[in-house]
């Protein structure tokens, strides 16, 4: 399997269907608008004998969260809101799900939100939840819910490196 950036000459985008509407919607018509605005990129999973199938895909950005949001416990570390790595969305095409895909599309996410706090810090991974299995799902790799947001998950830097290197070993 590959991860690449996603590329409208490349990838197939109109054949993606994941079951989710607004996640279709986002691959098929905003995807290519954020990345050429500079609000997101977009991250495709491809096999090496079909790089223009797309069977999952997430996008990474940057968000901003108050402290009155957070856990007290984590608030207090910080002195003011802070700038965090964002997976704005993840899907897997439908013809591929329960195969792992997600996983493997999430632990890269991590990883290049990881990389890219070397340069620019984030102190935690964001990431909203469309529905109640999907918020299981991400609680199950260590994200934890904001108190007022039940659907909007926090991993902090520190926790996702300590998982990563499980990963790893």
Do not use: W
């Not at 993606?16 to 990129?41: I, M, P, V, W």
């Amino acid at each position: 399997m590959n991860i690449t950036q996603l590329s409208k000459k490349k990838h197939d985008r109109k054949a993606f269907d994941c079951g989710e509407e607004a996640l279709n919607n986002y691959l098929k018509t905003l995807s290519g608008q954020h990345d050429k605005k500079d609000l997101s990129r977009t991250f495709v999973l491809t096999s090496p004998h079909n790089e223009a199938e797309i069977k999952g895909f997430y996008s990474l950005a940057l968000c901003t969260v108050s402290l009155d949001d957070l856990p007290a416990e984590v608030a207090k570390k910080y002195p003011t809101e802070i700038h965090c790595a964002l997976i704005g969305r993840l899907a897997v095409n439908k013809q591929h799900q329960k195969q792992g895909f997600g996983q493997i599309l999430l632990i890269d996410a991590v990883r290049n939100a990881i990389a890219s706090s070397e340069l620019v810090p984030t102190p935690m991974i964001i990431v909203d939840a469309k529905n109640e299995e999907a918020k299981n799902y991400y609680e199950e790799f260590g994200f934890e819910c904001f108190p007022k947001q039940p659907n909007r998950l926090f991993l902090p830097r520190d926790t996702a490196i300590l998982m990563l290197k499980e990963i790893d070993s």
